[in-house]
């Protein structure tokens, strides 16, 4: 059997034992009347902030590769919004990364390689310091007994994902090294660029949140929207590392452990993340489809 291969059937276990995981201990009934409440106009508002959340990723592509022109702008933004059709089939988005990679090579390899790389440093910068402001925020209000209980069983999967990362940072040290350089380079171009870039990378979070925010109200969960924002945050982090089929299983249950920890319901936490998660699945394909047919 390939490694590839062997990975691939190795993260769909991990997915699935993920999800096995987390519908054992809840109860089904609970979770499937919990959908009546969700209303239609929830639903569409979703949809809109999925939408821009998607729309502003591509927007501060532009600005790393640097394609401002018009015709180049909208080149790059269409090819990026086009190769997310391909992280709907990949984990940690790397097929998107890949896309990019082979349609802008012609650039010079290692140089759209490095800003593919600057991209993920851009949002991981504003994804740790979004996570740190939120939990400041939110820390009064969280049990963090209750989701050591809950999540116990999950511990051996988290102290996957901190090995994942150390192993990923030992072996692409030169790389981070040489990408660090490049963002010296975009300094002294301009602080401009910089603050264009975080801010489009603050704002497709924050958007990201309200589509679950409207979502969570309608569940009549009625969580503020800081412990949503921490929420999606934390998430997000654990759902960068490759362990599991585009994340799916570890984005729930961890979706559904720090909701308990905030004292909420996990079945309609769990109902919440698996709508929320279906919503920017169909957002990505829809987006991804009309940004391949830009292109031709």
Not at 135 to 144: A, T
Not at 238 to 266: A, D, T
């Amino acid at each position: 059997m390939k490694f590839k291969n062997l990975i691939f059937i190795s993260q769909l276990i991990v997915s699935g034992l993920a999800l096995f995981y987390v519908l054992w201990i809840l109860d089904i009934e609970l979770i499937r009347n919990s959908f009546r409440s969700l209303e239609a106009h929830a639903i569409l508002f979703s949809f809109f902030f999925s939408f821009l959340t998607l729309y502003l990723i591509a927007i501060r592509w532009t600005y790393i590769v640097e394609y401002r022109d018009k015709a180049r702008y909208s080149l790059a933004k269409n090819a990026h919004l086009s190769s997310n059709l391909y992280n709907l089939i990949t984990p940690a988005n790397l097929g998107g990364d890949a896309y990019k990679f082979i349609y802008f090579k012609e650039e010079k390899p290692l140089k759209i390689t490095l800003k593919i790389i600057l991209e993920r440093i851009y949002g991981v910068i504003v994804l740790l310091s979004l996570t740190t402001f939120c939990f400041l925020q939110v820390k009064e209000n969280l049990n963090l007994e209750l989701v050591g209980t809950f999540g116990l069983p999950l511990l051996p999967m988290f102290l996957f994902l901190i090995a994942c990362i150390a192993i990923l940072i030992s072996i692409f040290k030169e790389t981070v090294i040489d990408s660090l350089k490049e963002i010296k380079c975009f300094i002294d171009k301009g602080l401009g660029t910089q603050l264009f870039i975080l801010f489009y990378s603050l704002m497709n979070l924050i958007t990201w949140s309200l589509s679950i925010y409207v979502l969570n109200l309608s569940f009549g969960i009625n969580a503020s929207y800081m412990e949503i924002l921490f929420v999606c945050m934390v998430v997000e982090l654990i759902r960068y590392i490759p362990i599991s089929f585009q994340g799916i299983g570890i984005r729930e249950s961890s979706f559904v452990l720090f909701m308990v920890g905030f004292g909420y319901e996990p079945e309609t936490s769990f109902s919440l993340a698996l709508i929320s998660y279906a919503i920017l699945t169909m957002s990505t394909l829809l987006l991804g489809l009309l940004g391949s047919y830009n292109l031709k």
